[in-house]
């Protein structure tokens, strides 16, 4: 759900910023540099963007599944939360 959050919030951004719709995608960095919000992040933040799209294309996939959920601890899944709520904080303040 993590991915889901930041594509809503990045397109939410879109919507609010750009004269046309958003792209029908689920790729992040497409969403983030197409609204001009890619070259304002931290390299941490693009990273993170990196990580939770290839999290729910991985998921998508029945075959992926297992190896998927053996890298979920409780720590990472902690830490994916958090850093997911800090940079939807981060683009609705650049609202």
């Not at 070259?39 to 693009?46: L, S």
């Not at 991985?58 to 902690?78: G, I, K, M, W």
């Amino acid at each position: 759900m993590c991915h889901q959050v930041i594509e809503k919030t990045l397109k939410a951004y879109w919507c609010g910023t750009q004269p046309e719709d958003p792209p029908y995608t689920h790729n992040h960095m497409r969403l983030a540099d197409g609204c001009g919000l890619y070259e304002q992040m931290d390299d941490d933040q693009r990273d993170f963007l990196d990580l939770i799209t290839n999290y729910n294309i991985d998921a998508r996939y029945p075959e992926d599944r297992e190896a998927l959920s053996r890298t979920l601890t409780d720590e990472f899944c902690r830490r994916m939360i958090d850093e997911t709520k800090q940079l939807q904080q981060w683009i609705k303040d650049k609202l």
